[in-house]
């Protein structure tokens, strides 16, 4: 059974950083791409960041290009997504997906798999 664990949200102040992790179980994730979404209320989930298997190719939703890492590391089957500049824009919960559908890969109907989601706070 795959599952999918994020960490690392919190409250965190405007200009601040964070850092979420996501912990992969059930199967070997250094095969496919995975990707960080995200949701803020009333919103529709939302494309963040996404990173092949290998963790040669990246890609960034304009919102977070220049102020998101999306990174990997095969040998723990972990994803990182590290948040710099943060904005009260940036508030949401965050969700890992794995294991691409065939569908566009910078949406949420692209990913077989999700975490619980972590919680993002940025506010003064």
């Known amino acids: 059974q795959v599952q999918l664990v994020e960490s690392g949200g919190g409250l965190v102040q405007p200009g601040g950083s964070l850092r979420l992790s996501c912990a992969g179980s059930?199967?070997?994730?250094?095969?496919?791409?995975m990707g960080w979404f995200r949701q803020a209320p009333g919103k529709e989930r939302e494309f963040v960041a996404r990173?092949?298997?290998?963790?040669?190719?990246?890609a960034y939703a304009d919102s977070g290009k220049g102020r998101f890492t999306i990174s990997r590391d095969n040998a723990k089957n972990t994803v990182y997504l590290q948040m710099n500049s943060l904005r009260p824009e940036d508030t949401a919960v965050y969700y890992c997906a794995a294991f691409l559908t065939g569908a566009s890969p910078s949406t949420p109907s692209g990913y077989r798999y999700w975490g619980q989601g972590t919680q993002v706070t940025v506010s003064s």
């Open positions: 990173i092949s298997g290998s963790g040669d190719t990246t």
């Open positions: 059930g199967r070997t994730f250094s095969s496919t791409t």
